[in-house]
């Protein structure tokens, strides 16, 4: 009872203190002029020991690491262990078009997690992680006659979802493992699109907006079995339910006439008029002698079947429309491997090398036609840390490139680093005085 009592205390104490982070953090962490769609750019959900395999961990189940990948990998953890694990990136974005290029970066704090047992086979996480970002501004210049001039469009958008999450995961016999995810989703965008006015023309301006306060829910199961005396072989796969996010998306449009500058405001609203798809996910997983693991993921997210909010132009309407949005699929493969985790002679021997690759189908549609396919690379490290009083704590690097494009779109290639501590506490080992 003492251990379930300082374990809530902590998660509760945790929990709070990152969601507040996460509630005060309204930088984007993307500058992307794709997150103008859907509900943005989706962030990467994966921690730092598996974005150097490029977010692979479906079928992972290792009790030393958090994993809300899977929340079935939650019930691996140990009695004596208690897990944190925080993570922040820095990425540099090259945006191309044509004969046009320029060049961005930022580094944001990604994510904050923990994971505990309460009970024999009985894991507990926690903790807040991004879902998606809306980060944009750019504007676009047409020259139309004599008599109207050059138009100059500004287009800009900022916000973004986060999910804060509490999960379990239970082994309740021996190579089966179930587990769950519940997360409360929040936060809000706001997307707007300005016309210049000329003389005879006059200044048009949209405002979209969205704020979002509801749940999410995740189920996983692995099924781990062992093939002879060196092999482990896991399976594992999750569902992800789609529901209404009871939030009610606006439309602002504003005329300023030029020459009496009076302004005429048009507003419409979409009830309950945003949804999350259902989601599906199957990982593979090989582990030899515990050096070497090589694991496979496949997502969809059905996308496909939600309608948007749209704005129509001629029949002057703001309404759900579907045909907008598209299923997304990601297949990634990574693998990790260690010399000897258990060596004490030589360091390069405990560290864990990694590698992945991954290509991502685009969630949205730009005017009929499919948004950019994405193709990415991964490579990183687990450099373990070592003092007198712990040896199971592991300092996380990885880098990653991503390349977005389409035809007669945006190109855009991304350099990621990745930095995650994962601290691996032994805080309810018996202590003993001689």
């Not at 020991?49 to 030393?64: E, K, L, P, Y």
């Not at 907006?209 to 005396?229: D, E, R």
């Not at 001629?314 to 759900?320: D, F, G, N, S, V």
Request: with cysteine.
């Amino acid at each position: 009872m003492k251990k379930i009592f300082v374990c809530g205390l902590i998660a509760a104490s945790i929990f709070a203190t990152t969601a507040a982070w996460a509630q005060s953090n309204t930088q984007s962490s993307t500058f992307s002029p794709y997150s103008q769609y859907g509900l943005g750019v989706l962030a990467d959900q994966s921690q730092s020991f598996n974005r150097g395999m490029n977010g692979t961990g479906i079928a992972m189940r290792n009790g030393t690491l958090v994993n809300t990948l899977n929340p079935a990998s939650y019930s691996a953890v140990d009695s004596l262990t208690m897990l944190f694990d925080a993570g922040l990136s820095v990425q540099f974005t090259n945006f191309k078009e044509g004969n046009t290029s320029v060049n961005a970066s930022k580094g944001t704090f990604d994510y904050v997690v923990g994971l505990f047992r309460i009970r024999r086979h009985f894991g507990v996480s926690f903790g807040v992680l991004p879902f998606s970002d809306v980060g944009y501004n750019y504007s676009t210049s047409t020259y139309l006659n004599t008599t109207i001039g050059r138009i100059t469009e500004t287009f800009d958008g900022k916000g973004g979802l986060h999910q804060a999450l509490i999960g379990a995961g239970w082994n309740p016999i021996k190579p089966l493992s179930i587990g769950v995810n519940f997360g409360y989703l929040w936060g809000s965008y706001t997307r707007s699109a300005t016309s210049s006015a000329t003389a005879t023309v006059n200044s048009l301006s949209k405002t979209y907006k969205a704020t979002v306060s509801n749940y999410t829910l995740t189920l996983g199961l692995q099924w781990q079995q062992k093939i002879g005396q060196k092999d482990l072989v896991t399976v594992g796969a999750t569902w992800g339910l789609g529901h209404k996010l009871n939030a009610d998306p606006t439309c602002d449009i504003v005329n300023i006439n030029t020459s009496t500058m009076v302004s005429d405001t048009t507003s419409f609203s979409i009830k309950n008029g945003l949804e999350l798809p259902n989601s599906f996910g199957a990982g593979l997983a090989w582990e030899h002698k515990n050096k070497l693991t090589i694991a496979a993921d496949f997502t969809m997210q059905q996308w496909g079947k939600v309608s948007y909010p749209n704005y129509d132009e001629a029949r002057k309407t703001y309404a759900l429309r579907s045909g907008l949005l598209k299923d997304r699929t990601r297949i990634s493969v990574g693998a990790d491997y260690v010399p000897d985790a258990n060596s004490r002679r030589n360091y390069l021997e405990r560290v864990h090398y990694r590698i992945g690759a991954a290509y991502t189908t685009p969630y949205y549609k730009i005017n009929g036609q499919d948004g950019p396919k994405e193709m990415s690379l991964s490579a990183g490290f687990g450099l373990p840390l070592q003092n007198k009083w712990n040896d199971r704590s592991v300092l996380n690097v990885s880098a990653q490139w991503v390349r977005s494009s389409a035809k007669d779109l945006i190109t855009d290639n991304t350099f990621r680093i990745s930095v995650g501590l994962t601290f691996n506490e032994k805080w309810f080992d018996k202590w003993r005085i001689n």
